[in-house]
Structures are given as C-alpha cells and as structure tokens.
C-alpha cells in the first residue's frame, strides 16, 4: 500500500441509500423443505418424528465422539466422637441475647454438624469453637445491654419521682 494515497482512494463508491439492494440467490442451497441425506439413513424432513419403532442415533461424518466415565461414589464416614455443634446454644443466643452474633453462630453450629457428619475433623473442630466464641461473645454483649438497659430505667424511674 502505497502511503501517498489516502484510505479511501482506489475503493469502490458507497451504494446511495434509495436504491434496493441486490437479490440473493439461492445458488448452490437445498429447498428449504428437504434437507440433504449424509449418513445414509431415510431422509427426514426438519421438525418431524422418526418412524414409529425406529431411533436414530449414532456419530455423523466429522463429528467427536465423547466417552463418559461412570460417576464416583464417594463415601463419607461420620466421626466416631462428634465435636459438640452448640446449636442449641446458637438458637438461644440468637433470639434472646444479641440477634447478628447469634445468627453467626447458628452458622458455624451447622457447618460443624456438617463436618461432623462428613467425617472433617478439622474443620468441624474450628467451626465448633469459632460457634462457642460467638455464643459467648453474644451472650456477654447480651447481657450487658440487658445491664445497660435495667440501670436507665432506674435512673428514669428515680428522676421521675425526685420531681
């Protein structure tokens, strides 16, 4: 390419935009009702069922077969001596002391009675006791809004009546 001329130049001009543009032919494609026959089978037409009785299938010229491999069971054996899930300490710090704690807890108290069940000590044994730090975690700020709460409503109390 030469770099004297402009991009433009030697291309031919745009077709102006009232003219029609040209008929496409169907040179060289099968009606559109039949389609052609390459696997040496009955031909079918597009969209309809196969003879009564007769399946088809099988690989076509070009196409990859793929092998699929049987599933693997995998089994999993429980601990002998499951680590303590604190669930039910869970639910109860999480209606009655501190609602956000609480729901982490229960959150851990299920992953560990998860891991318990698919034999993961490890993991079973940091969800256990992340679930028992948040539990007290929750049950201690519990108590102290509790505390909090309990003293304002004395002060209110002594105030209210000290006038």
Same mark, same amino acid.
């Given at each position: 390419?030469?770099p =004297? =001329?402009?991009p433009?130049?030697?291309?031919?001009?745009?077709?102006?935009?009232q003219?029609?543009p040209?008929?496409?032919?169907?040179h060289?494609?099968?009606?559109?009702?039949?389609y052609?026959?390459? $696997?040496?089978?009955?031909?079918?037409?597009?969209g309809? $069922?196969a003879?009564?009785?007769?399946?088809?299938?099988g690989?076509?010229?070009?196409?990859?077969?793929?092998?699929?491999?049987?599933?693997?069971?995998?089994?999993?054996?429980?601990?002998?001596?499951? +680590?303590?899930?604190? +669930?039910?300490?869970s639910?109860?710090?999480?209606?009655?002391?501190?609602?956000?704690?609480? $729901?982490a807890?229960?959150?851990?108290?299920?992953t560990?009675?998860?891991?318990?069940?698919?034999?993961?000590q490890?993991i079973a044994?940091?969800? $256990?006791?992340?679930?028992r730090?948040?539990?007290?975690?929750?049950?201690?700020?519990? +108590?102290?809004i509790?505390?909090i709460t309990?003293?304002?409503?004395?002060?209110?109390?002594?105030e209210?009546?000290s006038?």
């Amino acid at each position: 390419m030469d770099p =004297k =001329k402009s991009p433009t130049e030697g291309l031919q001009p745009l077709l102006p935009l009232q003219q029609d543009p040209p008929e496409y032919s169907s040179h060289g494609f099968p009606p559109s009702e039949i389609y052609p026959n390459t $696997s040496g089978r009955p031909a079918q037409q597009y969209g309809a $069922s196969a003879a009564p009785g007769r399946h088809i299938q099988g690989s076509y010229t070009g196409q990859t077969v793929v092998t699929v491999q049987p599933p693997v069971n995998v089994s999993f054996t429980p601990l002998d001596n499951p +680590l303590p899930d604190h +669930l039910c300490y869970s639910i109860f710090t999480m209606l009655c002391c501190c609602l956000p704690l609480g $729901s982490a807890a229960l959150v851990y108290s299920i992953t560990t009675r998860d891991a318990n069940m698919f034999g993961h000590q490890p993991i079973a044994s940091r969800n $256990s006791r992340m679930a028992r730090i948040l539990n007290h975690v929750s049950v201690g700020l519990g +108590l102290f809004i509790w505390l909090i709460t309990v003293i304002r409503i004395i002060n209110f109390v002594n105030e209210v009546n000290s006038h």
